[in-house]
C-alpha cells in the first residue's frame, strides 16, 4: 500500500527553523516528484513547494521563496522541507503529496498520494 | 503568484449541472494548458478528479469535464449528486516550476 508519513511539526516561535520530513513507502519513491502542499484549518490549499525525481527542478511559492528548502533522498526514501525565519502565518498543517510521475511533464505534478499531514504553530 | 479566483460557493439539485470558474492571468492559467482540479472532503485527502484541463484519471465519472478559455478554467458537474457535495479547488502551473491553487469552492446539493 503506497502511503506517506510527515512528521517534525509543532510549536516554533517567529523567526526561528523548522524541518519536516516525509517518509514515503509502498511505491518507487525515485520515480516521482513530490510537493508540499499546506493548509490553515478551515482555509484553503497552498502549494509550497515540488521537486523533481532527481531534485533537478524545484520550485517555491512566493511566500517561502528564500525562507524553505525542499530537499529529497531517494537511498531513503524520504522528503523534507527546511522551513528558516518561520512568520506566524506559515501556521498551517503540512501535507507531503506524491507527483503522478518524474516531473518531465507538468501533468507530472498533480498529486494523486497525500499523508495525513504534519502541524506547524508559529507562535511567541 | 496570487491564488486562483474560484466562487465561493455554488448549488444545485439532484440532476442539474453545475460549474465552477477558475479565474487566474496570462501568467498562470493563461499561458499553460495546466489546470487541474482536485475535489475535496473535509478530513480526508484531496483527490484528483481532472488534470491537463479536460482529461480525467481513471475511475472518476464522466459527470465532472474541464475547460479553459483564455484565463479562466471551468470545472463543470452534470447529473449532480449528493455524494458531490464536497469543497473544489483548481491548481495551474506558473512558470518555473510554481504552482498555484484557487481559493476553493464549496459545491452543496440542494
Known amino acids: 500500500e503506497e502511503q506517506l508519513e510527515e512528521s517534525g511539526g509543532g510549536l516554533v516561535q517567529p523567526g526561528r527553523s523548522l524541518r519536516l520530513s516525509c517518509a514515503a513507502s509502498?511505491?518507487?519513491?525515485?520515480?516521482?516528484?513530490m510537493n508540499w502542499v499546506r493548509q490553515v484549518p478551515g482555509k484553503g490549499l497552498e502549494w509550497v513547494s515540488g521537486?523533481?525525481?532527481?531534485?533537478?527542478?524545484?520550485g517555491y511559492a512566493e511566500t517561502v521563496k528564500g525562507r524553505f528548502t525542499i530537499s529529497r533522498d531517494n537511498a531513503a526514501k524520504s522528503l523534507s522541507l527546511q522551513m528558516s525565519s518561520v512568520r506566524p502565518e506559515d501556521t498551517a498543517l503540512y501535507y507531503c503529496?506524491?507527483?503522478?510521475?518524474?516531473?518531465?511533464?507538468?501533468?507530472?505534478?498533480?498529486?494523486?498520494?497525500w499523508g495525513r499531514g504534519t502541524l506547524v504553530i508559529v507562535s511567541s | 503568484q496570487s491564488a486562483l479566483t474560484q466562487p465561493r460557493s455554488v448549488s444545485g439539485s439532484p440532476g442539474q449541472s453545475v460549474t465552477i470558474s477558475c479565474t487566474g492571468t496570462s501568467s498562470d492559467v493563461g499561458d499553460y494548458n495546466s489546470v487541474s482540479w482536485y475535489q475535496h472532503f473535509p478530513g480526508k485527502a484531496p483527490k484528483l478528479i481532472i488534470y491537463?484541463?479536460?482529461d480525467r484519471p481513471s475511475g472518476v465519472p464522466d459527470r465532472f469535464s474541464g475547460s479553459k478559455s483564455g484565463n479562466t478554467a471551468s470545472l463543470a458537474i452534470s447529473g449532480l449528486q449528493a455524494e458531490d457535495e464536497a469543497d473544489y479547488y483548481c491548481?495551474?502551473?506558473?512558470?518555473?516550476?510554481?504552482?498555484?491553487f484557487g481559493t476553493g469552492t464549496k459545491v452543496t446539493v440542494l
Open positions: 503529496t506524491k507527483g503522478r510521475g518524474g516531473g518531465d511533464r507538468l501533468r507530472d505534478w498533480n498529486s494523486d498520494l
Open positions: 509502498g511505491f518507487t519513491f525515485d520515480d516521482y516528484a
Open positions: 491537463a484541463v479536460s
Open positions: 521537486i523533481s525525481w532527481n531534485s533537478g527542478n524545484k
Open positions: 491548481f495551474s502551473y506558473a512558470g518555473s516550476y510554481t504552482f498555484v
